[in-house]
């Protein structure tokens, strides 16, 4: 089945305590993307990549990294989480950049205390 | 820098009601437009696209049109059903493959 994953599904953790967020998919998308959903702001991009060993950052880069290392899987980093990063957060491919249908994972639910 | 502007919600309409979501973006050069919904519990869909001026994007009985003279994308369905309950997102693509999503609209459809 094509899909992308995304995991923890849930994560409580404190501040200051690193964390990772991985994503993978196997429909073989050149495009990946990261994004927050919070309330009242819709989605925001966070960092995106058209393909492996090139990152690009979105919107709201600030306090987290990338990397994209092989095609299939696109992990995002927090290295000293605050609060503010509280979000809920999505993984997405597209098999042709950002024109394409981007497929999203199911949700990735941050709690940063 | 590119943006997204869409109504906002939440919307409540009875079954079979017209359905108008409105959507206008800023945006350098020609960016593509898309439509996404997202269910309770799940990550967003893709809705429908349009990719050029006066194209007209259509999917499940829903239609919208890019508008390039008043820079719009409203999002229409002429009957709604229950099953239409969900949040509806307008975005759009910019040259450098950068998306910008619209804070979402929370339609409920009542029977």
């Known amino acids: 089945e094509a899909q992308v994953t995304q995991n923890p599904r849930y994560l409580i953790t404190v501040t200051g305590k690193k964390l990772t967020v991985t994503c993978s998919q196997n429909m073989n998308h050149e495009y990946m993307s990261w994004y927050r959903q919070d309330p009242g702001l819709g989605l925001r991009q966070i960092y995106y990549s058209m393909n492996v060993e090139v990152t690009d950052k979105g919107d709201v880069p600030e306090g987290y990294k990338v990397s994209r290392k092989e095609k299939r899987n696109f992990p995002l980093i927090l290295e000293s989480p605050s609060p503010n990063q509280t979000s809920l957060y999505f993984c997405a491919s597209s098999t042709s950049g950002s024109d394409g249908e981007q497929f999203f994972g199911p949700g990735t639910r941050l709690t940063v205390l | 820098g590119n943006s997204v502007t869409q109504m906002e919600g939440p919307v409540t309409l009875s079954e079979e009601a017209f359905l108008t979501i409105n959507c206008t973006y800023t945006?350098?050069?020609?960016?593509?437009l898309f439509w996404y919904v997202q269910y309770p519990g799940e990550g967003l869909q893709l809705l429908l696209k349009a990719t050029k001026a006066d194209d007209k994007g259509s999917n499940k009985g829903f239609e919208a049109t890019y508008r390039k003279e008043t820079t719009s994308f409203h999002l229409e369905k002429g009957s709604v059903q229950v099953s239409d309950s969900a949040v509806y997102f307008c975005a759009l693509s910019g040259w450098n493959n950068d998306m910008r999503f619209g804070a979402g609209t929370r339609l409920t459809v009542k029977p």
């Open positions: 945006a350098t050069g020609y960016p593509s």
